[in-house]
Nanobody
Framework: QVQLVESGGGLVQAGGSLRLSCAAS????????MGWFRQAPGKEREFVAA????????YYADSVKGRFTISRDGSRNTVFLHMNNLGPDDTAMYYC?????????WGQGTQVTVSS
């Protein structure tokens, strides 16, 4: 069982930056593929970024490539999402996910609102 707690969301002007954090409980954090997803009002949840268990590989949605960076700190059981050059289309609830084999765990989400 993994519990995830996101933080770092907020209101930011277009062109601004935010850093989201996802703190994970459990001793097997390093075994999980960690990812960020987002869901805007009236839309389905979509993939944003993911990072492999050892941080050696990262993956991004086309819409955030070059603007967002995912990273993980094993010593703090935390994964980060650095978001730069934010735009109104980035407004959404952002969720952290931990996945291993067929199991996945979700956090409660943190709201990001970008004003134009």
């Amino acid at each position: 069982q993994v519990q995830l707690v996101e933080s770092g969301g907020g209101l930011v002007q277009a062109g601004g930056s935010l850093r989201l954090s996802c703190a994970a409980s459990g001793r097997t954090f390093s075994s999980y593929v960690m990812g960020w997803f987002r869901q805007a009002p009236g839309k389905e949840r979509e993939f944003v970024a993911a990072i492999s268990w050892n941080g050696g590989a990262t993956y991004y949605a086309d819409s955030v490539k070059g603007r967002f960076t995912i990273s993980r700190d094993g010593s703090r059981n935390t994964v980060f999402l650095h978001m730069n050059n934010l735009g109104p289309d980035d407004t959404a609830m952002y969720y952290c996910r931990a996945a291993i084999l067929s199991r996945s765990f979700w956090g409660q989400g943190t709201q990001v609102t970008v004003s134009s």
